[in-house]
């Protein structure tokens, strides 16, 4: 009866800090634009973007030089906190997953404001945490835009032979510090989706195995629990888009070796979200579940929380398309065939990776019934044929601009050959270029630029050119134009 009652009492004290916890995640996302580092418009910026930054953090925080890149950019740790419990979140190990380091300059706004109504949470973490952030681990591959380091090994398969000097850097800060806790802030493919829902996955979260066997001791334990509690409160922004990261042992891995070597570990992948290709809302979400975290490790919180919450989030599941086209008809020696077709958009780095387009790409084709879209064309009763190509050819790019395109579109017409293209300065128009060459005989191959067209009978229905389709608004960004080689 006593234990029945004390199992109550506690239920009922785990379910109150709960509701607060769901309470405080929603004013902080409420608030974050107040906190939101300005500067960040995109996810391309430098190292030299956040050196000012850094030099202009205010108290509590405080910037020290603890590295430098193999190119000899700075590596910074930004600290703040007094208290015993060290935590320490590092952002960018990757060049090209820019998102966490957004948030963390979020966070560092965060922490540095006053008498806004958070000053008791403030209190509650810089009282009993003391944080060690290294924003930006890669930045000769954030330069890039790339995920690999200067030397193009991949840091997180360097935590074993410590050849590049950022890995070592990261090892040599978890060995001093020892912190309880660590925060591995990555960026995951956009198209997974969420177990088997269909769902794009917003953002993964994995408690990193330690050894093969994938077992549970203490230190991961903690990296469940604390999951459970961010998992919670990012369910009422997206619903049903948080996802488990495979916890597959990888023995070269930062997060894998980390929690072996008895901090915490826990990964936040930062996915995908429709429409947000600078992932703002991401970046939000990061904002507030590390907060969240922070705010559970230092009063202790995460304790109440069970393992078996952790397992039952669905893990990321098979990858979705970026777009779908379902139960097209194709011609192929004069017999009809049925396929759906999955395409991708690849980002493709311009200007010195400071802006981006697109070149996509056809994935597949045949039978992809067990697979999603972001996007999806019902094309049935539709036939793929051959977009066209312009009569002429234009001298840049820019001659674009003389033509009535929209009249184009409805012959048909989105391919154009051009004299001379510049990768960087590719047109904002839906169109296909073509430098040299012409369009493929056949529309449809594997691994070719999906530039073609779907008619029902003689109507044109769908202008598809470069992955996209003429019902995409098109975004002021590049969308960029597959120059076909
Ligand atoms: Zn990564």
């Known amino acids: 009866m006593k234990q029945t009652l004390l199992a ?6 785990s379910m109150s800090s709960s509701i607060q916890a769901q309470d405080m995640a929603r004013r902080l996302h409420d608030a ?13 910026f430098k190292h030299r973007d956040i050196v000012p930054l850094l030099n202009a953090l205010k108290t509590p925080l405080s910037v020290s030089q603890v590295g430098e890149s193999l190119e000899k950019r700075s590596i910074n740790l930004v600290k703040a906190g007094t208290g015993s419990t060290n935590v320490l979140l590092w952002s960018q190990m990757h060049g090209d997953e820019a998102t966490a380091t957004m948030a963390l300059f979020d966070i560092f706004n965060f922490l540095s404001a006053k008498n806004d109504g958070f000053d008791e949470l403030r209190q509650a973490i810089l009282s009993q945490i003391t944080i060690h952030a290294v924003p930006m681990l890669n930045p000769d591959g954030t330069q890039r835009f790339q995920r690999r380091t200067a030397t193009d090994i991949d840091m997180n398969r360097d935590a074993l032979r410590l050849q590049t000097p950022e890995g070592a850097l990261l090892k040599n800060l978890q060995q001093t510090l020892r912190p309880l806790v660590g925060f591995n802030l990555h960026d995951q493919n956009p198209r997974y989706s969420v177990g088997k829902t269909g769902k794009q996955a917003v953002v993964s979260f994995l408690a990193t195995a330690y050894d093969e066997d994938r077992n549970v001791n203490d230190v991961r334990q903690r990296s469940m629990q604390l999951i459970v509690g961010m998992n919670r409160v990012l369910q009422q922004f997206v619903p049903g888009q948080v996802a488990r990261y495979d916890d597959e042992f990888e023995p070269r891995a930062f997060g894998d070796n980390i929690q072996k070597w008895g901090t915490t570990l826990i990964l936040i992948e930062s996915g995908g979200y429709l429409g947000d290709s600078e992932k703002m809302a991401i970046r939000r979400l990061n904002f507030v579940s590390i907060l969240t975290a ?16 952790y397992q039952a989030i669905p893990e990321n599941g098979r990858a979705l398309f970026d777009l779908l086209i379902r139960n097209v008809t194709l011609v192929r020696e004069g017999r009809s065939v049925t396929v759906d077709v999955g395409i991708n958009r690849y980002e493709e780095n311009l200007d010195s990776a400071r802006a981006f387009g697109y070149k ?3 994935e597949d084709i045949g039978d992809l ?15 793929l044929t051959p977009a066209r190509l312009y009569s002429d050819t234009l001298d840049t790019p820019a001659s674009l601009r003389k033509l009535d395109l929209a009249a184009l579109y ?6 154009f050959r051009v004299r001379q293209a510049k990768k ?8 296909h270029l073509l430098v040299d060459g012409k369009l493929p005989a056949r529309p449809l191959q594997l691994g070719q630029i999906p530039t073609f067209l ?32």
Request: charged letters at 25%; glycine letters at 8%.
């Open 454 to 485: 779907l008619r029902r009978g003689n109507r044109i229905e769908y202008t598809i050119v470069n992955g996209f389709w003429n019902h995409d608004p098109i975004s002021p960004i590049i969308k960029a134009n597959g120059i076909a080689e």
């Open 410 to 415: 409805k012959e048909g017409i989105t391919a």
């Open 424 to 431: 960087d300065t590719l047109p904002t128009q839906l169109v």
């Open 294 to 309: 922070l705010k559970a490790i230092a009063d202790g919180s995460y304790r109440q929380e069970r393992t078996e919450d």
């Open 369 to 383: 019934s067990t697979f999603g879209g972001l996007e999806e064309i019902d094309a049935t009763g539709l036939t």
């Open 8 to 13: 109550i009492i506690s239920l009922a004290l």
């Open 360 to 362: 996509s790409k056809i």
């Open 32 to 44: 974050h634009d107040t906190y939101k580092e300005k500067t960040f418009t995109h996810r391309r």
